[in-house]
């Protein structure tokens, strides 16, 4: 069986929720449609014509990019130049193209985490908070022959978390009166009859992001026909993402030494360096894309060293200055998340028994020449 549009984007959006992107960019669904049976997934950095003859040639007929194929308003849509052609080709060939940038970056266990693992970092946290999650409070009436079993459904899809600590609630007996209406079935009693019953209040935590995922866990396993159940939105907020990640590195080493672990860790052959190859790091930061501006935040953080691609001139003056050494692996660096979504995708496909095959991209769309 192969998988439907709207499931694939339902789990890239576990992994990169789009409520958590910046306000002003452009993810989710640019080109195509999604209400169809997914033949293949191709995940691409970057979307190009050479990309889209990798899909045709793989029978792909969605990409999943991490950069947008359209980002500023149309005017108009030209066969006849470059842009044009590629939005041609996308649709004669049934291509929908799918974005997830920033809730990509930021997202636990997305793009930053991976080049943090890549370089060797530990513990990582974001650079720069940029999105606190939103809490809300669900209370809920059970039968007590149902408790641990409506209670188990809510804590397993991730409901209760609270700091460090997971599986969170508050439990107490009660009881719920009731009368059946004429047509109703009820778990308990009968139609126009009055009804007492002992019944459990559950009360726990839900992250903005697994709403509609907990609240379904949870009317499935409630036996009653019609599940009395609240959600407040607090005040208190979830946890907080953010740009980048910084932590300490297992061991400590030097600039120079630690250059060649970038360049092992994220697959490229030559780097730009701001900064005395002696000089002793402990603790490093990394960005991927374009992140030179936060070297101020990284330095706040306690960072001896911050990766990120596209440094300027002045910026790399100003960084210096201050006190941070860079590297600049460039903003191609980014290709990491090709194999890693695609490694994800393919598992929560084949947990939900598709077919539908995924590939990370082979094609290089790095614009540059390095000599």
Not at 161 to 166: D, K, L, R
Request: aromatic share 6%; glycine share 10%; hydrophobic share 40%.
């Amino acid at each position: 069986m192969l998988a439907k549009g709207q499931t694939v984007i339902q789990y890239m959006e576990q992994l990169a929720p789009k409520h958590i992107a910046e306000e002003w960019d452009k993810v989710g669904l640019q080109l195509g449609t999604l209400q169809k049976e997914i033949t293949g997934i191709l995940v691409a950095l970057d979307v190009n014509e050479e990309i889209v003859e990798e899909a045709i040639s793989l029978g792909c007929n969605l990409i999943i990019a991490h950069h947008a194929i359209i980002f500023r308003p149309l005017q108009g849509i030209l066969t006849d130049t470059p842009a044009g052609r590629l939005y041609e080709k996308l649709i004669k060939h049934d291509i929908a193209v799918y974005i997830s940038h920033t809730n990509l970056d930021v997202a636990e266990g997305g793009m930053n985490d991976w080049m943090a693992e890549a370089l060797g970092i530990e513990n990582s946290a974001p650079i720069k908070d940029i999105h606190s999650e939103q809490l809300s409070k669900l209370v809920v009436f059970v039968p007590k022959d149902h408790h641990q079993k409506v209670l188990d459904a809510i804590l397993n899809a991730g409901a209760g978390s609270i700091g460090n600590y997971s599986h969170c609630s508050f439990n107490i007996e009660g009881y719920g009166t009731f009368l059946p209406g004429e047509g109703t079935e009820p778990y308990i009693g009968e139609p126009g009859k009055m009804q007492r019953a002992e019944e459990v209040r559950i009360e726990t935590i839900v992250p903005q992001g697994i709403r509609n995922k907990v609240v379904q866990a949870m009317l499935k396993a409630h036996p009653y026909e019609e599940v009395a159940y609240d959600l407040y939105q607090m005040d208190l907020k979830g946890r907080s993402l953010g740009l980048g990640r910084v932590g300490k590195l297992k061991e400590a080493t030097t600039l120079g030494a630690f250059v060649e672990t970038v360049k092992q860790g994220l697959k490229v052959d030559k780097v730009r360096v701001v900064g005395e190859l002696d000089r002793p790091i402990r603790k490093a930061a990394v960005l991927g894309g374009s992140g030179a501006k936060y070297y101020n935040s990284a330095i706040f953080r306690g960072a001896d060293v911050l990766v990120t691609g596209d440094i300027d001139y002045h910026t790399a003056q100003d960084a210096l200055l201050a006190g941070i050494t860079l590297i600049d692996p460039g903003h191609n660096a980014e290709k990491i998340m090709k194999e890693k979504v695609a490694e994800w995708m393919t598992q929560k496909l084949t947990e939900g028994r598709y077919k539908t095959v995924v590939h990370a991209s082979q094609v290089n769309t790095e614009p540059f020449n390095f000599l």
